[in-house]
């Protein structure tokens, strides 16, 4: 099968998060299985462009409105990543440092999609399947259907992965010229709630939508930043396919981060070593247990309950534990973090911003990861921790509630609870604590998540399933 999927992330390529993840390792997996997979995306300023050798397979111009403008499509010459890996790059526009965040990101990703569009559609060999990803390539497939220009491509089949519903892209009908012309009649597709929004188009015009967990499928129709009555509308065609992990990156046996590698058989050690480094490092005490965050300080993530839980928990649980936190996001809560040094007693510490190889010492150095996110549409990080053997708290949400099953519980290993409030995840807190003091079990508990798959082996065949659905 020919498979094209397209996305604004690509790991190694340029990662803000699980997206990355996800694209830079589904592909692969789809490609070893046989298929001929290839992902296209923007070309970023990131240093992956430039240690990699480029030639360039096609260049062309196309319009966005009344800005015409040329593109260039550049194919990595290695196939370093496992697959077909083709880069556009607009001069000006995509050709920056970072992913997102810029005040023009809607013509980005609108050039983005209408160059890729208008690429594709001058291929002799046409895709089987076109696979995007969110609402930077939600305008795809309802291009792909009722412009006329790309008429040619209204018989591929296309599918829409939704890995985060809070963002979706929405801009004003003003806006309407950017888009090739349309099939006027399809005003409603392109359509929400008065604007053009990329995430709904997308939910309306591909073939297939899936979600990144089954969990996060069913709370999208009561809570999904006001597309609440489009899932319910839509859920013929929505499914929920579990992320998988790539174990060939996320291998505490040879993870190229790590100095000290460990498998099952000597993971207290090499968890022991990992922690001490990685106390160290940061001023913490080895001897208490570790409880690390990693992730973007956003509300979704909780990441604003932080402050009074470590304060909470040094307080009624007592100066038992460490904490350590990695993330960037909201400035109020990226200071609040900060100014909270000075109340560590060799027991706190934060690190601001984005940082790779210090996620993955985290991974193997803590004991416990706090995941206490208010939405997780499946949510990689407590997968990774597993992988490390560091138990997850969790909030019982999304692909949370999917993956980590509570120690209380037939088969569990991992602390859930319920809400996302300062109370909950203290007391989850106190329960870790507990469990870290009783070292059999935590060892014995510690040496089984490490032992549980989450590898791509099924998720990848429930993508493929769905693809010869329509085949
Ligand atoms: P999301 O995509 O919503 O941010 P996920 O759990 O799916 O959440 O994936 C987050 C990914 O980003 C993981 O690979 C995690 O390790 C990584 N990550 C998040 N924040 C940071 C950071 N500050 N430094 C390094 N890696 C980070
Ligand atoms: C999103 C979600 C996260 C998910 C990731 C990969 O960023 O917030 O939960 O794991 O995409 O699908």
């Not at 392109?190 to 709370?219: M, R």
């Not at 109370?423 to 329960?431: L, P």
Request: proline share 4%; glycine share 8%.
């Amino acid at each position: 099968m020919r498979i094209v999927h397209i996305s604004a992330e690509c790991y190694p390529v340029a990662k803000a998060g699980g997206l990355g993840d996800v694209v830079g390792s589904l592909p692969r997996f789809q490609k070893e299985s046989g298929h001929d997979t290839a992902v296209i995306m923007p070309m970023y300023r990131t240093p992956f462009l430039y240690k990699n050798e480029w030639e360039v397979v096609h260049k062309s111009n196309t319009n966005l409105g009344h800005w015409f403008f040329d593109y260039t499509i550049i194919r990595d010459r290695t196939s370093v990543l496992g697959f077909d890996l083709y880069l556009v790059d607009i001069n000006g526009l995509l050709d920056r440092e970072k992913v997102y965040g810029y005040n023009d990101d809607t013509e980005r990703f609108c050039a983005f999609q209408i160059a890729v569009v208008h690429w594709i559609n001058t291929w002799e060999l046409l895709p089987d399947i076109v696979h995007v990803h969110d609402h930077h390539t939600g305008l795809i497939p309802f291009m792909m259907q009722h412009t006329y220009a790309f008429k040619r491509l209204e018989a591929i089949p296309s599918v829409l992965t939704i890995h985060n519903a809070q963002y979706q892209g929405s801009f004003g009908w003003e806006k309407t010229l950017y888009l090739p012309q349309w099939d006027s009649w399809k005003r409603g597709m392109l359509e929400w709630k008065g604007s053009i929004n990329p995430l709904a188009s997308g939910i309306k015009c591909a073939w297939k939508v899936t979600t990144v967990s089954h969990s996060y499928l069913d709370e999208l129709k009561v809570s999904s930043n006001g597309l609440e009555d489009l899932f319910e509308y839509e859920k013929g065609k929505c499914s929920g396919i579990l992320n998988g992990i790539d174990y060939k990156v996320w291998a505490p046996a040879h993870d190229p981060y790590l100095t000290e590698h460990f498998t099952i058989e000597n993971a207290v050690k090499g968890k022991k070593n990992n922690k001490e480094i990685l106390c160290s490092r940061f001023g913490l005490d080895p001897h208490k247990p570790l409880f690390v965050f990693i992730g973007r300080l956003v509300g979704e993530k909780g990441a604003d309950l932080l402050p009074q839980v470590i304060i909470d928990s040094f307080e009624h649980i007592g100066r038992k534990m460490n904490f350590l936190i990695l993330g960037s996001g909201e400035s109020q809560t990226e200071d609040q973090l900060n100014s909270m040094k000075s109340i560590s007693n060799n027991d706190y510490n934060v690190f601001i911003g984005y940082n790779e190889a210090l996620s993955h010492s985290m991974y193997a150095g803590a004991d416990f990861l706090l995941m206490p996110s208010r939405v997780e549409p499946c949510g990689l990080n407590q997968m990774y921790s597993m992988r490390y053997g560091t138990i997850p708290l969790v909030r019982k949400t999304g692909g949370l509630k999917d993956t980590v099953i509570d120690m209380g519980e037939k088969n569990g290993y991992g602390i859930t609870f319920l809400h996302a409030s300062v109370g909950d995840i203290t007391h989850a807190i106190y329960r870790a604590v507990e469990v870290y003091e009783q070292k059999d079990v935590f060892r014995k508990m510690s040496k089984k998540i490490m032992d549980l798959d989450f590898s791509w082996d099924k998720s990848a065949g429930d993508y493929i399933s769905l693809y010869n659905s329509f085949l």
